[in-house]
């Protein structure tokens, strides 16, 4: 089997939170032992989806650069790089939407759920951004997509289209793969466990973040919504229950079914005691690297500005392949 070619991308929208670092960030830093290479993206134009400020987003790209650094990612065992910096991917989402069905944009059910949620604006862009996407990954012929679960629907939708494009084009574009974690491809607000935790529809009690301080990490996961019941384990209307044994066995590194029979007998009180406790020591070191990290905006900036050159390097060779086949360019 060759390595894999791994991408993929995170909003720097909001804060980022416990549900992104274990469905996703921590694949990032696993992927970077696999992938030649693993590319990794701030997707900063996939924010413009919703209300956004130019300001802030800025700030947001650096936060987000700082947190993902600190969590292990290292420039020089992966291309890490800021989209908007990359302009091929805004080309080829354009040159994509020629093999991109209308119906199967109008599926998506993060469109629905986001759309729904709009106050002023649904903009365009909140429509189409999955074929935005779908050139995120067709851009590096990347074979492995690590995300979470929310993201399958995305993923399916980027494959479908690297097969039309190649049917209709002639072989051009790899079908990635996703690669969804087994454990925690789906963590829950804490507050709404029927709902997944998210950046742009927190509750504020609900999500952990990242660079939360170990007292309000204690403080949400101690009023986690749980059930009247009294068992730790998995089972149909436990879904706090559920999502609290996925973040520890995470945290921990173990199975779902050793949390339950350490927990077999012991009260909700004291389970949560220890969810806590373990993601505080999940989190505490990105933390304080973040708190390290974060002030040197030159020094992301060039570790940006880097990633953006090999990012463009492999891109560009995908792009005139694709500009060729669909009769761009002098034959
Ligand atoms: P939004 O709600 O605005 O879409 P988000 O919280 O999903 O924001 P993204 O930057 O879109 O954040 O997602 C980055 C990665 O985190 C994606 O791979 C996504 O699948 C993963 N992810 C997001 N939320 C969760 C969650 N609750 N549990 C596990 N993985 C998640
Ligand atoms: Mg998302």
């Known amino acids: 089997m060759p390595a894999p070619i791994i991408f993929s991308g995170i909003q720097p929208t909001g804060r980022k939170h416990l549900g992104n670092y274990i469905g996703a960030i921590r694949q990032y830093v696993e992927g970077q032992e696999r992938g030649e290479p ?190 009247s019941g009294r068992e730790v384990r998995r089972g149909p209307d436990k879904a706090g229950i559920a999502n609290l044994i996925d973040i520890l066995a995470v945290a921990r590194g173990i199975s779902q079914d050793e949390i339950e029979r350490e927990f077999d007998g012991a009260g909700y009180g004291d389970f949560k005691k220890a969810v806590a406790e373990a993601v505080v020591e999940l989190l505490a070191p990105v933390r304080d690297r973040y708190a390290e990290l974060r002030p040197g905006e030159a020094a992301l900036d060039a570790v940006l500005a880097a990633g953006a050159e090999k990012a463009r390097a492999i891109a560009a060779v995908t792009l005139a392949d694709v500009r060729e086949r669909m009769g761009y360019g002098c034959g």
């Open 38 to 227: 693993a590319i990794f993206c701030i997707v900063d134009l996939h924010a413009i989806s919703v209300a956004y400020d130019p300001v802030e987003l800025r700030e947001r790209v650096y936060d987000t650069a700082a947190i993902l650094l600190a969590a292990g990612l290292d420039p020089d065992r992966c291309i890490f790089f800021r989209q908007s910096d990359v302009r091929e991917h805004t080309e080829l989402t354009w040159l994509l939407s020629a093999v991109t069905a209308h119906g199967d944009l109008n599926r998506m059910h993060q469109f629905k759920e986001k759309s729904a949620r709009q106050r002023e604006l649904v903009s365009a862009a909140l429509f189409y951004y999955p074929v935005l996407m779908a050139a995120d990954v067709l851009a590096y012929r990347a074979t492995e997509v690590p995300v979470g679960d929310d993201q399958r629907q995305h993923v399916e939708l980027m494959r479908e289209i690297a097969h039309r494009f190649n049917e209709r084009f002639g072989e051009t574009l790899v079908v990635p793969e996703f690669r969804i974690p087994e454990v925690g491809a789906r963590i829950m607000d804490l507050q709404e466990p029927e709902r997944k935790m998210s950046t742009t529809s927190p509750t504020e009690a609900g999500t952990v973040l990242v660079l939360d301080e170990p007292a309000a990490i204690r403080k949400k996961l101690g009023s986690a919504v749980t059930d």
